[in-house]
């Protein structure tokens, strides 16, 4: 494998690594979000100081490089990542919807009241 490859692998991994902890300082992710940061470049990490196993496992599946390899797992994990983050985002916007439904139904409701109360 490419050497410059590896070097930017470590380098993607410290700074990735750097990036999560300064966001957990600040508190602006939440633990799920950290530890899926933390193992991916962990894993980073992993595949450049030991890349016997992806010259194995790139020449099993079949791939021309061990470089493609690792862009299509690297590829593939973040697809999983905004699959879930879109799961998360319909869910929020399915409570959004709810409590405005409920909020409407809740002001209208009052303002009926207050009517009623001024006919009187």
Do not use: H
């Amino acid at each position: 494998m490419n050497t410059g490859l590896l070097i930017a692998m470590i380098v993607g991994c410290v700074l990735t690594v750097a990036f999560v902890f300064r966001k957990i300082k600040k508190s602006q992710f939440k633990i799920g979000d950290t530890l899926y940061w933390l193992f991916f470049s962990l894993f980073l990490l992993v595949m450049s100081i030991f890349p016997t196993p992806i010259f194995w496992l790139s020449e099993f599946i079949g791939f021309e490089s061990p470089s493609n390899f690792i862009f299509v797992t690297i590829i593939f994990l973040l697809i999983i990542k905004i699959f879930l983050l879109d799961a998360r985002v319909a869910k929020l916007e399915d409570k959004q919807t709810k409590f405005a439904q409920k909020y409407a139904i809740d002001n209208e409701t009052k303002e009926v009241e207050i009517l009623e109360n001024n006919e009187i």
